[in-house]
């Protein structure tokens, strides 16, 4: 098995454990405050994060400028768009020989 499988993999496992982790725990407590909901939804997101900018920032000025392009394009479009930029522009900046 490949590294990035395993990756993905264990990213997938967190990300259920900490939803449902939360969820039953949350559950005792009845009403759950919205600032706990948002953190709750925060955390997958964080996780991905944790594991993706290392690799990126070792990818030298191309990751740098794919992080960049997709942490300013989160804060207007969704995630996946933004991923999808970074992505779209990481690729492009390795092809051209960057």
């Known amino acids: 098995m490949s590294d990035t499988v395993l990756i993905i993999l264990l990213c ?3 990300t259920y454990l900490t939803r ?3 969820h039953l725990i ?21 996780i991905l994060s944790a594991l993706v900018a290392p690799s990126l920032m070792a ?13 300013l394009s989160a804060m207007r479009v ?3 768009i933004s991923v999808g930029l970074g992505v779209a ?5 390795r092809a051209a020989g960057l």
């Not at 949350?26 to 964080?46: D, I, K, S």
């Not at 990818?59 to 942490?71: E, R």
Request: charged fraction near 5%.
């Open 12 to 14: 997938a496992a967190a």
């Open 20 to 22: 449902i982790g939360g």
């Open 26 to 46: 949350m559950v005792r407590f009845g009403q759950v405050h919205h600032r706990v909901e948002a953190a709750l939804a925060a955390v997958p997101v964080a």
């Open 59 to 71: 990818g030298g000025v191309p990751g740098v400028l794919a992080l960049g392009v997709t942490a």
């Open 78 to 80: 969704s995630l996946v």
């Open 89 to 93: 522009v990481l690729l492009g900046l």
